[in-house]
């Protein structure tokens, strides 16, 4: 009796479960929410390139990786934290500061280098204070990042006030703009893919990167087998103030404008195709290609609702939903997943 | 282990004592502090008609806010979208004058109220049914409702022209020297106090937020408790954009946008610890109070007032800091009380 009350809690305590190893390798690869992301995107894209003209092309995908690089660069570091079973709601706050610090540094005739440079400090410090807010006192990191969103916005409309700083350097502005391969592929998408690189090497080829996962499925047994717990959140909460920084300085070039309002609700635009692509928002699961199509393919939703002619708030309201669509359907997976074995080999139901 | 801040029943004595140690004394004294300091500075801040009013009125929205969301924190979940609610509720009400200019006052607390708590009741049911975590179902709800309200409302407004007078002069009147509105936010603080305080209803939300698994294993039905708490604070951002209706005398599509920090700003600086399982209402009435002050004060003492936001930020930030400060102290209290007990 008090046995099902307890594999009820046990069962309510989502998703910490491991790679089901018993299946074969090609439903392992195929049947996940990872694969079934890219799948939609490809599908979504094929409808939307037969169902609206002229959407089929280069022209589109340009704009497309232009308008979702700065998603893509926050979402893998912010996807890190996640998978520890954190999470990072002031990243829209940090684009907003640090595009406020390069505004500012350029308007005091700092030069250009030297104004990045103070945006990045600005990016790595925000992630600081959060990390050791975190680590240091052991706060919730909900709650502090619902604080620092707060705070570093505040910061930004404190500095900025009403003013909009448009005076940048041509060469960055055009270069922040510009194509690699021109009508085709974005400047900045090279950033984006050595980035992306980065924190995939690092979070699935090294020992770093396990830690990570051990993390997020039980922090105690990570702790006892030698997982430096408090120094790994503190990095991966720096590398995402680092990397927010990084979208904060594209988004004031690329757009020309340093105002106050810069990134404003953009942790929506992470952290909703961060769980749609397969990321456990309790922790302990997830994998680069489907944070990546995730992102992609929630860009290319609004990509083509916007084509179509679907206003911006329609757009939001369609993101929104996503996000609470990706929650649920992990939540039904893992029961479907659970119910079946449970079935053959329990004879108690629970 | 997390009852800090929750309310027991002791003798008179024990009571005396707990009132200076109690979270929300801190709380009201800050309160007090700030008022007395931008008073010095600028007499009329308190002691004339404007202002006076002002003191009262201005935070009354906030304060209906701070109360729902401080029903949810308590149950250890958060509700972000209230301020979506706030506006969604205020310009459906808007749309009921404007296709119905002589609907009673009655019948638009009542749209306003079912409105909202039919929002809150969709966020609970995901919270509950789903089981996914409050923030992420609440984060999405906040841009979907806000979504519907701007695909609603677009670039058009309800103006006063559009509100009957007896509705509008509801938000600036007076009885005797207190604003109308003060006295709904006021008797609304005083049902939800005694009810969280006294109601088995209110107990059992407490006892699940300081532990769900516990509060599930004693057979307390979970679920029933945090759509409550959703839904009552749905309700409560309904009420809220009726009265700024009625205060603000219009409404638009971003009507209520970016309330819903400061709703969590004013519960969890007030006490209610974002844990779940502690804190009052009381608090978080206080904690409504002492940020809108704080708001009103800044361009009164010289500050600029586009830093209230940073100073909101680094309020919500100092009581999370402060509750794990106590709660450390008091379970240090409690370990050397047992060892006490041992020898």
Redesign the interface.
Known sequence: MSES?ID??AA?D?ARTYANYDRPAWRRILLNQESFVVLLLIAFYIVSCVALPNYAGPTTIDFLLLNIAPFLIIAVPEALVIITGE?D?SVGSIVGLSSAALGLAVHAHLGIGAAIVISLVVGLLCGAVNGL?VTL????S???T??????????A??LL?TNAYSTFPAFWTSLAGGDVIPGAIPTITVLVVVLIAIFAVLLHFTPFGRGIFAIGLGKDAALFSGIRVGRTKLLLFVFTGFVSAIAGIYLTLQTTTAVSSNGL?L??DV??PV?LGGVS??GGKGAVPGIIGGVLLIGLIQSALSFAGV?S??V??V???L??AS??ST??LAWARRRRPSARSRTTGA | MTATGMPHRAGFGAGVGRVFRARETGILIAFLAVTAIATGVNPTFVFSTDGWRNLLLTPTLLILLAIGEAMVIITRN?DLSVGSIFGLSAWTCGQVYLAFPHAPIVVIFIVGIVCGALLGLVNGL?VTI????A???T??????Y???A??WAGSNLIDPDNLPSDFQSLGHTSIWIIPKLTIIAVVVAVIAGWALRNLRAGREMYAIGSDP?AA??YGLRTRRRVLTAFILSGALAGLTGVLFLSYNAGASSQSGSGYE?LA??AA?VGGVA??GGSGTILGAVIGALLLNTISNALPVVGI?D?????????L??AA??LD?VLLLRSTRKLVIAEEASHV
Not at chain 1, 137 to 140: D, E, M, V
């Open positions: 009350v009820k809690l309510g989502h999470i709601l807010l006192l052991g706060l919730p909900l709650a502090v619902i604080g620092t969103l707060a705070l570093y916005r505040g910061l409309v404190g006030g609700g942790e929506l952290i909703a769980l928002v309790f206003n708030d329609g939001t309201v993101t929104g939903a996000l609470i929650v649920i939540t039904i | 958060v995901i789903a089981k996914v975590p923030l992420v179902v984060l999405g709800t906040l841009y979907i806000r979504g519907i701007v695909l698994a599930t294993l920090l969590v700003a969890v974002i844990f600029p586009v830093w209230q936001q940073a100073i909101t930020g680094a919500i930030i999370i800091i794990r």
